[in-house]
């Protein structure tokens, strides 16, 4: 099992950049995918990012793709959101998973990500 607590949001103007970090604890991190999911309000947790378990391979949203950038280190037990140019559209409560079924692709679907963090808010004024 995995605890994983999410930071760095806050509230940012458009065009700006923001760092989200979250941090696991417990094991075996090494051994799951992780994700980056967001949700405005009134709307549906939707994915934004994804990386596997060594962090050799990167999936992203069509609405973040070359804006944001997902990382990892499992020495330290943490994924990094890296997100530049964002746009009010962007606002959201941001939430780190984790996907504890050893697979071999990165899934998007929420309902496969067992453990969440308590996620982060990011607001983006215009």
């Known amino acids: 099992q995995v605890q994983l607590v999410e930071s760095g949001g806050g509230l940012v103007q458009a065009g700006g950049s923001l760092r989200l970090s979250c941090a696991a604890s417990?094991?075996?991190?090494?051994?799951?995918?992780m994700g980056w999911f967001r949700q405005a309000p009134g709307k549906e947790r939707d994915f934004v990012a994804g990386?596997?378990?060594?962090?050799?391979?990167?999936l992203y949203a069509d609405s973040v793709k070359g804006r944001f950038t997902i990382s990892r280190d499992n020495a330290d037990k943490t994924v990094t959101l890296q997100m530049t140019t964002l746009k009010p559209e962007d606002t959201a409560v941001y939430y780190c998973?984790?996907?504890?079924?050893?697979?071999?692709?990165?899934?998007?679907?929420?309902?496969?990500?067992?453990?969440w963090g308590q996620g982060t808010q990011v607001t983006v004024s215009s």
């Open positions: 990386i596997n378990q060594s962090g050799a391979r990167t």
């Open positions: 998973a984790a996907d504890e079924v050893i697979r071999t692709v990165i899934t998007t679907n929420p309902r496969d990500y067992a453990y």
């Open positions: 417990g094991h075996p991190f090494g051994t799951y995918v």
